[in-house]
């Protein structure tokens, strides 16, 4: 198998060199088709994205082209951050983009967006024609393990960051979110991811609570939410039936006291509190304002973000052997392409042999009747099937471990003629028809 990619990732490259390393989409096209031309490349895909670039190459090029090519359409400088890069050829080429594909490769164990990426960059190459026939297989197979691990698996299904945590554990409570009114407190990075979850959950309104205006109707304005201050938080409260406070804070904001005046009026409203400030803007003892007040910390969370990635990583076992089984399968595909024309080649000189052997025993013998004729044929054609079973076997199983010595091997003792001469053969050998 003559693929192989050479790439740098998020663990063995910052940012700062990715960013160089990364090929511009611009100039996408004009890159790949200058690998092709310029070395003994067959085909070539590209993966670009934020926390990859990846090249993956069909053909007896070297690295040190790959790399001098790269270096040419980028700002990346191999002699600087040379162990920025990783280079896999054959089956460890493959494997890798199948774990890519499926998202074991990922910052986040299992993440699928990397599946599209891949999707993308395979029609990109399709589109300007510098995917071969190996990598096209090869890449319709890796989307297809991608997906089976999606399927599959529960390797996705588990949230790992806090925020979506807290999403999450409302949802399990609550059901829909639709019809619910939630307020965030906050409006830094925390408070705006766990806006963006609430959003994409389809909460039904969503109030962003803080400190100075202007910040908090930025975010609100991004949801199609309400903004407000910290002033008037009490009546902000009363109308919330989930509180998400990410906002940094010397004392408690929301007390026990303040609880039990905004809640106290309504004791049968399930209310869920999210406390994810450091040190807690929550205190502690307001799950004792009322019988249906519940707060999460900073440490109920990351409790559970731990026992999902705990989850992700078993499900990423049985990824691992979705990976294995799609590989093998492209193993075989592959395989018998390699000797798919030998066989034929094989088939075409034991016909060859068997026609001329009939022809000079018909001469030899009376005139046959047709079924006579037919049964001569079927019988000295299922003898030749019968003798090449074991050697067409032993090709298939020699292409699939890269044996390639014994593939030799029976080209030599069978004498098989090259593809252009057996197909020249084919036409010359005229069909024989009963006497």
């Not at 990732?9 to 100039?27: G, I, K, Y």
């Not at 004009?30 to 590209?46: C, E, R």
């Not at 979850?197 to 962003?208: Q, S």
């Not at 990824?319 to 030998?342: F, H, K, N, W």
Request: glycine share 8%.
């Amino acid at each position: 198998m003559r693929i192989q990619v050479a790439g740098m990732n998020h663990v063995t490259a910052p940012l700062a060199v990715r960013e160089r390393a990364a090929f511009a989409p611009d100039r996408m096209a004009a890159a790949s088709q200058a690998l092709l031309s310029t070395t003994a490349a067959d085909g070539v895909v590209i993966l670009s994205t934020c926390n990859r670039t990846e090249v993956y190459v069909d053909g007896n090029c070297t690295l040190g082209e790959i790399l001098t090519w790269w270096q040419e359409w980028t700002d990346f400088e191999r002699t600087e951050h040379a162990d920025a890069l990783y280079w896999y050829q054959g089956d460890e080429a493959v494997r890798h983009l199948f774990r890519v594909s499926a998202g074991l490769d990922s910052v986040i164990l299992g993440e699928t967006e990397i599946l599209g990426q891949v999707k993308h960059a395979y029609q990109a190459a399709g589109a300007l024609g510098t995917c071969s026939g190996p990598l096209h297989r090869t890449l319709q197979r890796a989307l297809k393990a991608g997906k089976r691990v999606r399927t599959e698996t529960g390797i996705g299904q588990n949230a790992l960051s806090v925020g979506h945590v807290a999403v999450e554990l409302a949802e399990r409570v609550f059901g829909s979110l639709r019809g619910l009114t939630v307020v965030v407190i906050g409006a830094g990075q925390v408070a705006e991811l766990v806006t963006r979850h609430l959003h994409d959950a389809g909460v039904g309104r969503i109030a962003v609570v803080n400190r100075t205006l202007a910040h908090a109707a930025r975010l609100a304005e991004r949801v199609s939410g309400s903004a407000g201050t910290l002033d008037r938080l009490p009546d902000w409260l009363a109308t919330a039936d989930v509180v998400v406070s990410a906002i940094t804070s010397e004392s408690a904001l929301i007390t026990r006291a303040m609880a039990e005046r905004t809640f106290g009026g309504d004791q049968h409203r399930l209310r869920f509190l999210f406390d994810l400030s450091v040190p807690r803007s929550v205190a502690p003892d307001v799950s004792r304002a009322g019988h249906e007040v519940f707060v999460y910390d900073l440490d109920d969370i990351e409790a559970v973000v731990a026992r999902n990635r705990r989850q992700r990583v078993h499900e990423g076992q049985y990824a691992e052997r979705i990976v294995t089984e799609e590989v093998e399968r492209l193993q075989e595909d592959l395989g018998s392409l390699q000797v798919g024309p030998i066989i034929q080649r094989l088939n075409d000189r034991a016909e060859a042999i068997r026609a001329q052997e009939m022809a000079r025993a018909l001469a030899k013998l009376a005139p046959l009747d047709v079924h006579q004729h037919e049964v001569l044929e079927q019988a000295t054609r299922l003898i030749i099937k019968k003798l090449l079973n074991d050697p067409v076997t032993s090709l298939r199983h020699w292409a699939r471990v890269g044996d390639q010595g014994r593939i030799d091997m029976v080209q030599e003792l069978f004498a098989l003629p090259s593809e252009a001469q057996s197909a020249a053969a084919r036409v010359k050998i005229p069909a024989e028809s009963p006497r």
